[in-house]
Structures are given as C-alpha cells and as structure tokens.
C-alpha cells in the first residue's frame, strides 16, 4: 500500500511535471510566432519605407542633373560675354590698354 501510494505520487508529479512542461512549450510557441508576425510586419513596413525614399533620391537626383545643366548654361562664356556687353556696357581691352607685369 505504501508502494501504491509512492508510485501513486511520483506518476502524478511526473504528470504534473509533463502538462507544466507542454504548457510552457505551447507558451513559447506563442511567443515564437507572434515575434514572426511582428518581425514580417515590420519588415514590410521598413520596405515600403526604402521604397518611398528610394523614388525621393532618384526624383532629387533628377532634379540635380537640371540645376547642374541650369548652371552650366548660365556659366557659358558666350553668355557671360553677352551680358556684360549689354547689360554692363563692357568692351573688351584695347591692345594698347593692357600692361603686362612681370616679375
């Protein structure tokens, strides 16, 4: 009777034992995939984000490639030439006019 008593409660601490360890399991199990679904989420998120700046860079990039031109043409000698004589009422120096320094 003793003996079925012991073997008795060892079985049920054993089975006590096995439910607390498949509940913590089923717990982890949980957790695992709630943490996959949060991290995919937020993967995709981080990926529209990449989107969204990728179009930006490339729309700046786009818009760096006109001011460059803008400024290149504005910066044209033929231009520059133009201005000043209109504008400025420059003249180009007379040979005459130009002294060369030397050391």
């Known amino acids: 009777m003793i003996a ?3 073997l008795f409660r060892t079985l049920s601490w054993l089975l006590a034992w096995q439910q607390l360890l498949i509940a913590a399991l089923i717990g982890l199990l949980v957790v695992s995939s709630l943490a996959v679904a949060l991290s995919a989420h937020e993967t995709r998120q981080l990926y529209s984000q990449l989107q969204v ?3 930006e860079r490339d729309n700046l990039d786009s818009e760096y490639e ?3 031109l803008e400024q290149s043409a504005w910066a044209d000698y033929s231009r520059i030439d133009q201005v000043s004589r209109e504008q400025l009422h420059m003249l180009a120096p007379t040979s005459k006019s130009i002294v060369v320094v030397g050391r």
Do not use: C, P, R
């Open 66 to 68: 006109k001011l460059l």
């Open 53 to 55: 700046l990728g179009q």
């Open 4 to 6: 079925d008593s012991l």
